[in-house]
T-cell receptor, first 110, second 115 residues
Framework: EDQVTQSPEALRLQEGESSSLNCSYT??????LFWYRQDPGKGPEFLFT???AGEEKEKERLKATLTKKESFLHITAPKPEDSATYLC???????????FGKGTKLSVKP | GAVVSQHPSWVICKSGTSVKIECRSL??????MFWYRQFPKKSLMLMAT?????????EQGVEKDKFLINHASLTLSTLTVTSAHPEDSSFYIC???????????FGQGTRLTVV
């Protein structure tokens, strides 16, 4: 059964304190791994798609990496506006839908 | 960009009434749309997948007669919650995907409160 586990559940950082969020997955035939950002009361906002192990993508202070078992979302020198819940999802096999993790709630204090 | 608009953003309805939520892809044609439900501090739970012009595929445990999904065009899908009850109160989110693409883009979500 396809499964996505995100850790930690919550993360509190000081502004400028870099850290990483983890997404571990088991899926038959990975078609893509996705990172989204979700603000309270809003729909998820697309950040990255990773397709194969070794792939990396960057956007501003965020960098996503992928191995055969997990993905990391690295946040460098975060700012308070980076506070949000970060969701990881996988698409595998013949299914078209995404399997989501429960997310990591990130809080960045000034 | 790929913009998905969901309407309304919030709705309050009386128990026993029906509520329709719209999901529109504004700048692309979406052959597939997905409807999710999200509970507080929980992951997004897929309710159903709809392909334009065909019947929606519902996930196990989701009542198709209660959650009516219509995907009549390549830019519009609707979710109707029929005979709503307080336990149907939740955050409903749609997403849309272009044909031959893997990325799905999400609407803003609809907060449904049944009183």
């Amino acid at each position: 059964e396809d499964q996505v586990t995100q850790s930690p559940e919550a993360l509190r950082l000081q502004e400028g304190e870099s850290s990483s969020l983890n997404c571990s997955y088991t899926v038959s035939g990975l078609r893509g791994l996705f990172w989204y950002r979700q603000d309270p009361g809003k729909g998820p906002e697309f950040l990255f798609t990773l397709y194969s192990a070794g792939e990396e993508k960057e956007k501003e202070r965020l960098k996503a990496t992928l191995t055969k078992k997990e993905s990391f979302l690295h946040i460098t020198a975060p700012k308070p506006e980076d506070s949000a819940t970060y969701l990881c999802a996988v698409q595998g096999g013949s299914q078209g839908n995404l399997i989501f993790g429960k997310g990591t709630k990130l809080s960045v204090k000034p | 960009g790929a913009v998905v608009s969901q309407h309304p953003s919030w709705v309050i309805c009386k128990s026993g009434t029906s509520v329709k939520i719209e999901c529109r892809s504004l700048d692309f044609q979406a052959t597939t749309m997905f409807w999710y439900r999200q509970f507080p501090k929980k992951s997004l739970m897929l309710m159903a997948t709809s392909n334009e012009g065909s019947k929606a595929t519902y996930e196990q445990g989701v009542e198709k007669d209660k959650f009516l999904i219509n995907h009549a065009s390549l830019t519009l899908s609707t979710l109707t919650v029929t005979s709503a009850h307080p336990e149907d109160s939740s955050f409903y989110i749609c997403s849309a995907r272009k044909s031959h693409a893997t990325e799905a883009f999400f609407g803003q979500g609809t907060r449904l409160t049944v009183v």
